[in-house]
């Protein structure tokens, strides 16, 4: 499995008039609202920097319903929130608490790396 896009990522809403994804809002219609994506501006792939999202490298065209600009907020956040997990996954394997490994431990922080590093093989594409 490749890695993910690096961010940042970035809500955006699609302009209908430059976007030719306006051709699937009939697929996407769960409302009559703007259809919201999540694009990477700073990807090598986006034309020239453009500051629009119609020219860049989209992560996520997330739809036109009540929950989907909800869903692309938590989209763009992934990439921190993956950095985040990484980070405090990699405090340590042993609990400065109890003296002890933190697979064996159940104290609260052991307990989060445990639930840190289940999440962040999950995002790299395991179970």
């Given amino acids: 499995m490749s890695a993910p896009t690096p961010g940042p990522w970035e809500v955006a809403v699609l302009d209908a008039a430059l976007d030719p994804v306006e051709q699937f809002r009939e697929m996407l219609s769960f409302g009559t609202g703007p259809i919201w994506a999540v694009w990477v501006p700073q990807h090598p792939m986006t034309r020239g ?63 989060l790396t445990r639930e840190a590093r289940a999440t962040i093989a999950k995002a790299r594409g395991g179970r």
Avoid: M, Q
């Fill in 49 to 111: 920097g453009h500051p629009r999202p119609e020219h860049a490298v989209l992560a996520s065209i997330v739809g036109n319903g009540p929950a989907s600009k909800a869903n692309a907020d938590l989209i763009a956040a992934s990439p921190d929130l993956l950095a985040f997990a990484e980070r405090y996954a990699a405090s340590g394997d042993w609990c400065v608490i109890n003296g002890e490994t933190s697979e064996n431990c159940e104290c609260v922080a052991c307990s």
